[in-house]
């Protein structure tokens, strides 16, 4: 089978140790967390778990049925990029004399739609919104001018189709 990469959403309690079993179910099976974000949902005290792997989708199913095994998991689910909206954020930290030496670094940030969100007389901070590719490629017209640090975050991602998420936690909740 084809691997492809999924998007895992893990709707769960929020306790203590639960990353960990998570993280261990797919450790055992061997596959590699492309990335990884936790957050608050839309109902309160239910945390959402949003795990990108290159997998197939047998090996996605089997995921999902150990994940929904555990005590706190509520639902877990599935989806292909074709099935979801979804984005990265990331930060560049950059030398401030660039900015004002380089008028190409205002032409990149303009051009990659990205933003400046502090400044100082050290450095600056350009945030960027987007697919992973996106990011990457502001990244690599950054790096000839020197990169002081650099962090992507997770991916953040919803479903194209409806899936009333909320009132289905709610009835498996009550």
């Known amino acids: 089978m084809k691997k492809t990469l999924y998007t895992v959403s893990i709707y769960t309690e929020n306790n203590i140790g639960l990353l960990n079993r998570i993280s261990s179910i797919f450790l055992k099976r061997h596959i590699n967390i492309e990335s990884l974000t936790v957050s608050n949902t839309e109902i309160e005290n239910v945390s959402r778990f949003i795990i990108v792997s290159y997998i197939t989708e047998e090996e996605v199913r089997k995921v999902i049925g150990q994940l929904e095994k555990q005590v ?79 962090v992507r975050s997770g991916r953040l991602s919803v479903t194209k189709d409806e899936m009333k998420i909320s009132e289905i936690l709610q009835k498996q909740l009550n």
């Open 72 to 150: 706190e998991v509520i639902k877990a689910y599935y989806h292909t990029n074709e099935e979801s909206i979804y984005v990265q954020t990331a930060l560049f930290k950059i030398k401030s004399k660039l900015l004002f030496e380089e008028r190409q670094i205002q032409n990149i940030i303009k051009k990659s739609n990205s933003q400046i969100v502090t400044v100082s007389p050290e450095f600056f901070v350009i945030q960027k919104s987007g697919r992973k590719e996106e990011i990457e490629d502001l990244y690599q017209e950054l790096l000839p001018y020197g990169i002081m640090q650099f």
